[in-house]
């Protein structure tokens, strides 16, 4: 079973995911702000990581900066998942080597795990 770890401040959102992510036999992990999202990846090291950029204590770009940082976090699969557009929060995001960066409000949850699946099943 591949984990995902949920890292988001939107309490209706991360629930959302859980519960479509769980229904597609997904375990998965959540974290609330950027702080608690690192030590979560960095303990429990899921298959992937989904990722809020404008989060409360650390937001998702540092969180990315300091997972890359480590010998698994250099490798985890990630996709951004923000309502930030701005140009430079996306190309910074590429730069720390993220899948994808997704608008959350262009996508539903089922969107989503789709595009883990594809990931996960070896797709770039």
Request: proline share 4%; charged share 30%; net charge negative.
């Amino acid at each position: 079973m591949n984990t995902v770890l949920i890292i988001e401040d939107d309490p209706l959102l991360t629930k959302m995911y859980k519960t479509k992510f769980q229904s597609e036999g997904f375990e998965i992990l959540t974290a609330e702000d950027g702080e608690v999202g690192l030590k979560s990846a960095q303990e429990a090291k899921p298959d992937f990581i989904i990722l809020d950029i404008m989060m409360p204590k650390l937001s998702g770009i540092d969180v990315l900066k300091r997972l890359r940082q480590g010998d698994w976090g250099a490798g985890v699969p990630v996709i951004v998942l923000s309502n930030l557009t701005e140009k430079k929060e996306m190309e910074e995001a590429r730069v720390l080597g993220v899948k994808e960066f997704l608008v959350k409000s262009n996508l539903t949850p089922k969107d989503i795990v789709e595009k883990v699946k594809g990931y996960l099943a070896g797709g770039d």
